[in-house]
């Protein structure tokens, strides 16, 4: 039997409720199968309080040996700043293992109604996750006097804009094939022309997928008023990040919201995450919706190559919201939805 080394990293808030109800339902999913051997660690904003860093020194360098990360949410504005939790964990990992595709999948999962008329969309989103409008490249002068200046300054490498479009184009062809690659070269003349070109490039190495090119306050419309007509979206950092919470909004709430934040080239390990952040408010009261971190535990199945795993996973998470279980805030508790994917797996 296959053993999977798993880095559960817990973090804020909520994340805690999710990550024990995602590691159930892992279990459950394992049984009989394969096995994972899990690692605790205590990095979040208390941890951060206590010991001023986010993580310690020697974190990536720990996290490295690992098959796979599983993080629950990160942040605690009341007492941390998110700038410095984000950056002091979150980025870190992702830009040390070059986990430079960001997945997010988006659809109307059976029972959930969302906000729109459409039905029967299925969008993967996916972005950039190392460089771009996120590089960190920048700074303040002059801090504090009449002439402060703050500069935040966009790299975008040939070699990200190129593997993240090459990525985009092979889920493309694995799905419905079409892509939809999004920039606003209208009016970022340098870095967006720059996108538009690379992908008319590559477009010539795909002739089976077909291409779409769309501004990104185009494309945010496009998501609203048709998002049936939407299979593969591709994009930059900032613009990706933004896209991807229309997303979750359309396919029903944040609580949908799962993500995988991969290394390709599987030179390192990639991290899962639902992306519905902390809810500090919320907290402890067993009432956060299981079902993003959930998801994301199916997407790392998938990339460790446990395909009939994860699309079981899949399978009892869409029983439990047919039955009306996750489809609406604070309706079921979260032990009750986790209880109904894991009756959905073992039956």
């Known amino acids: 039997m296959t053993t999977y080394t798993l880095a559960l990293i817990p973090g804020d808030g909520i994340g805690t409720d999710v990550t024990d109800a995602a590691m159930e339902v892992l279990a459950a999913a394992a049984k009989g199968r394969f096995s994972f051997e899990t690692t605790r660690f205590p990095w979040s904003c208390e941890y951060y309080l206590e010991h001023g860093t986010m993580m310690p020194a020697d974190g990536i360098e720990t996290l490295r040996g690992f098959d796979a990360i599983y993080l629950g949410a990160v942040g605690w504005p009341e007492t941390v700043p998110d700038s410095v939790s984000l950056h002091g964990l979150l980025l870190p990992i992702r830009k040390a293992f070059n986990q430079y595709a960001n997945i997010r999948p988006h659809r109307l999962l059976a029972g959930v109604e969302g906000p729109l008329k459409a039905e029967g969309f299925d969008i993967l989103c996916i972005r950039e996750n190392t460089e771009g409008e996120y590089s960190g490249a920048g700074g303040r002068v002059h801090e504090g006097k009449d002439n402060e200046v703050a500069v935040e300054t966009s790299v975008f490498t040939r070699v990200g804009v190129e593997r993240i479009l090459r990525f985009g184009f092979e889920q493309a062809r694995a799905r419905r094939k079409h892509l939809t690659s999004v920039t606003k070269s209208n009016a970022q003349k340098y870095s967006m022309v720059f996108w538009d070109e690379v992908t008319r490039e590559l477009a010539a190495e795909y002739p089976d997928v077909t291409v779409s090119q769309m501004h990104i306050d185009a494309m945010a419309a496009k998501m609203v008023m048709a998002p049936q007509d939407l299979d593969v979206v591709v994009a930059s950092n900032l613009f990706g990040d933004i896209l991807t919470d229309l997303g979750a909004a359309i396919q029903g709430g944040l609580g949908f919201a799962a993500s995988a934040n991969i290394n ?84």
């Open 264 to 347: 390709p080239d599987r030179t390192a390990p990639s991290m899962f995450e639902p992306v519905h952040g902390s809810a500090p408010d919320i907290a402890g009261l067993n009432i956060a919706n299981p079902i993003a971190a959930i998801w994301s535990v199916a997407q790392m199945l998938e990339h460790l190559g446990e395909g009939e795993a994860s699309s079981a996973v899949l399978s009892a998470i869409e029983a439990a919201t047919a039955k009306g279980l996750g489809c609406r805030p604070g309706a079921s508790s979260t032990q009750e939805i986790t209880a109904a994917v894991i009756a959905a797996l073992e039956a």
